[in-house]
Each structure stands twice: as C-alpha cells, then as structure tokens.
C-alpha cells in the first residue's frame, strides 16, 4: 500500500526515507550515510501538467500544487495567500535595455505583494507551519537574519506553534518586532548570523525542540519552488534569465529542483542563467566566485570560500557571512551559464527612486540589489538580445523602514512659502536616470 504521495531522498546516496514523521523519527539525518541533505520525490508526476494550466483551480496560493507538496491532509493547510501574486512585465526596463541596445523582456515577481508578512518567505513559512502542524508539533527553532523570522512567526502563530526565532545583533529593529508582536519569542544573539544559528541549535538541542534546515530545507525548498510552476502558467515565454539577491540560496536551488521535476514532462523551461546579487558589504560568495573565476574553476573551487565574521552590511537581511551553501548556488550558476556578482549598497536609494518614480511600486532594500543587478549586468553583457529576465522583487518597502526614510530627496526646510522652491518632475526623472546611467 502506498501510504503517502512523497518520499524524500538522501541526496549524497538515494537512501529513501518514507516522510516527514520518518525523516524525524531518523533524528534528520539520513539512516544509510548519516548526511542532512534530503529532496522531495513524488510517486507520480502525471497530473503536474494540468494542475500548473488548470483554469478550475480555486486558489492561485502554492496550495493550488498541493498534490505536489509534502503534506497528506488539505486540512492542515494554515496559508495566508502566499503565492498569489502578479508577475508583471516592466516595460520601463525594457526600453532602458533597448537604450542600451539589448532586445528583451523584462518581468518581476512581486512577492512585496505575499499577503502575510509582504515577502518572498511567505511561501516556505506556509509549508512549514502545514507540516509542523501535520505532525503535531508545538515548538519550532528558526534562526533567521529577519524576513524568515517574521514569516515564521505569522504562520506558526496561525498554526498555534511557539516559535523562537534567533536573529544576529544587526538584524533590523522591524525584524524583531515583527516576531515579537504575535507573542512569539526572540532572541536576538550578540553576533552575526553564523553565531545566531549555532546559538539556534544548541537552544533546540537543549529543549529537543526542532529546528528549521536552513536553505535546503525541503520545506522551504518544496514551497518556493513553486513560483516555477507559476511562471509556466503565467508567462508566454520562460525565463531564459533569473536574477536575485544572494543570501544563502534557496531561491536558486528551489528552481533548479522544480526544472528537473518538470522538464521531462515535456513542459517549456529549462534552467535561466543564474544572475545572482550580493551586496557590496557581504559578498563572500561574489569573492569566491571571482577567484574561482580567475582560475578558471579549479578543481575544489566550490570547497574554496572565505567566511567573514560580522559583515557590515547595510542590508542585514542579506548578510550570510559565511556561505556554506556555495558549494551548492556556485554549482547551480556555473552550470546554468550564470554569474555572481556583487551591487553596491549606497547606489540601492537611486535605483529605489527611479524604480518607485516609474511603477509606484516601493522596493526594499533586498529587492534593490537585485533590480541594481539588473542594471549593472545590461551594462556588463550578462544579458543578451532575445532574453526574457525575471527579477525576484523579494520584499516591498515597508519590511525596512528605516531604508524608506534614507529614499526622501525632495524635502525643503522652511518656515515662508518664499523659501518653498517647485519641483520640475521631468528634470527629476533625468536626474534619476543619469544616476542609473553611471551605475
Ligand atoms: C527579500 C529577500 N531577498 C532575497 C533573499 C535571499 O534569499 P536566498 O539567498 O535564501 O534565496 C532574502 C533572504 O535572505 C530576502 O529576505
Ligand atoms: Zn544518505
């Protein structure tokens, strides 16, 4: 008897493991070989194809695949809308790129639109809090550097899970808070994110309470995922680019696996080249990379990565100091024909204000890096005539408010409306666009 649709797999030796109560039973480590590293099989992918062009579903949520995620009963389902949401194309990036002589769509994926906590989490956080729920779990460990937390604590706050959440030191004032409104715990570590995830483990060791996988997580992987389904079914053409900002790299694996899944089912997508943005200010993966590069990929290089021990960074959200994924991400972008690159962190108020004067739309400051990224590779040939390029728009202005008051530039100081200069929008725009232009 089959007694459920999925199974995971021990990636390093394809040891089967029943389930989610199996894979705890196992203590989250493969019985044969002992490693962590597990993936999502299903039984069978016949229906795969007409669940993604389905015009009957009744939810656009990832719970629209619920056959294709690893939860057995729909009545465990906690979700907030998390998936459903617009893939727009931004024609105002195309025509910057024809300026540039570069033929291309351009889209983006608007997870500041994910209904619960406004970021792309929303979708992991979702599964998580099912699955936790499926298996009567009552006490979750995440460690986070901020918007994993905060949709965490959503979901599991749905789910009537305690949730802790370790955030490093830097971690945003908004980040903190936003667990800690639901009434869920938070401990903000005096370190960075290495330290808050050790101190994360120890905590739930010390209770037996569970902790999340990190960016391999099937759950998270599984729920992310996903968003490849969503552009078959939305988009005419698949994406042949696919930028992000880079922190550990679930985003990218998680495409990497829903292509394998649906390749051979004979749908249109094959894997886009990886444009993968870190910040300037916590870019070891970008600095592993271009040694990498230099010596055109030795042998080991995906073993060769520096660690940095409290990144300054800006953008906190980003700072995974040390990469201990690269082994994975650098794989998946050599192989997709992609790049890691870093973007500079004091340009990412320009490229929010020209972004914002053209859409309306208000980018935090992770999604900055990566549409910065976007500028800076039209300029450096990653993208080419004929792509379609879709952009991660990761998290909306309002996760980082202190980001949003460093955007104001059209504030005069006055007491007499004499002193009050008027404003010429279109010179405003120029000037924005100049700004983007010497990026
Ligand atoms: C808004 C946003 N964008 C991008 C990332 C990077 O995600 P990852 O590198 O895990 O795919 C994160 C999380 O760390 C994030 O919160
Ligand atoms: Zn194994």
Redesign the pocket.
């Known amino acids: 008897m089959k007694v459920s649709k999925y199974c995971f797999k021990c990636v390093s030796c394809g040891k089967t493991v029943d389930g989610f109560g199996q894979w705890l039973s196992y203590g989250r480590k493969c019985p044969e070989c002992g490693k962590e590293r597990i993936e999502t099989f299903y039984y069978d992918y016949s229906s795969l194809k007409s669940l993604i062009y389905s015009k009957k579903s009744n939810t656009n949520t990832i719970w629209r695949y619920f056959d294709y995620l690893p939860l057995d009963n729909k009545n465990n389902i906690v979700s907030c809308g998390e998936g459903d949401i617009n893939v727009e194309r931004w024609k105002f990036l195309e025509k910057y790129a024809a300026s540039l002589n570069i033929n291309c769509e351009v889209w983006v994926y608007r ?1 500041d639109e994910n209904y619960a906590t406004g ?3 929303d979708a992991g956080a979702s599964l998580a809090a099912s699955v936790l729920k499926e298996h009567n779990i009552e006490n979750y460990v995440v460690a986070s ?4 937390a905060n949709a965490f604590a959503y979901y599991m706050s749905k789910a009537g899970i305690t949730l802790y959440a370790f955030v490093p030191e830097n971690a945003l004032a908004m980040n903190s808070a936003g667990v800690s409104y639901y009434g869920q715990g938070v401990f903000r570590v005096l370190g960075d994110y290495a330290k808050a995830k050790k101190v994360a483990k120890e905590f739930a060791n010390k209770h037996n309470f569970l902790v999340t996988g990190g ?1 391999t997580d099937p759950l998270r992987v599984e729920a992310k995922r996903t968003m490849v389904f969503d552009w078959l079914r939305n988009m005419p053409e698949f994406p042949t680019v696919y930028l ?9 694996i998680a495409i990497e696996k829903a292509i394998r899944e649906t390749e051979h089912l004979g749908l249109p997508c094959k894997l886009p080249r990886f444009l993968m943005v870190q910040p300037d200010g916590c870019a070891p993966m970008v600095h592993a990379w271009e040694k990498a590069k230099t010596h055109s990929f030795p042998d080991g290089w995906l073993n060769d990565y520096p660690v940095y021990d409290n990144p300054e960074t800006k953008i906190p ?2 700072a ?1 100091g040390n990469p201990a994924t690269y082994s994975i991400v650098g794989e998946l972008t050599r192989r997709s024909g992609g790049e890691i690159f870093s973007f500079e962190e004091s340009k990412c108020e320009d490229v929010v204000r020209a972004v914002a004067f053209e859409t309306l739309v208000g980018t ?1 400051p ?2 900055a890096v ?1 549409l910065g990224g976007f500028f800076k590779a039209l300029k450096n040939g990653m993208i080419k005539n004929g792509d379609v390029v879709m952009i ?1 728009i ?2 909306g202005l309002n ?1 980082a408010p202190e980001f949003l008051k460093s955007l104001t530039y059209t504030e005069q100081k006055v007491v007499h409306p004499d002193e009050c200069e008027l404003i010429d929008r279109k010179k405003l725009q120029n000037d924005l666009w100049n700004k983007i232009n010497l990026l």
């Open positions: 997870n970021t792309f989490k550097t901020g918007n994993v960016n992000q900002s880079l922190s550990g790299g679930t985003g990218p959200t980003l995974t935090g992770a999604s990566a991660n990761g998290e996760r």
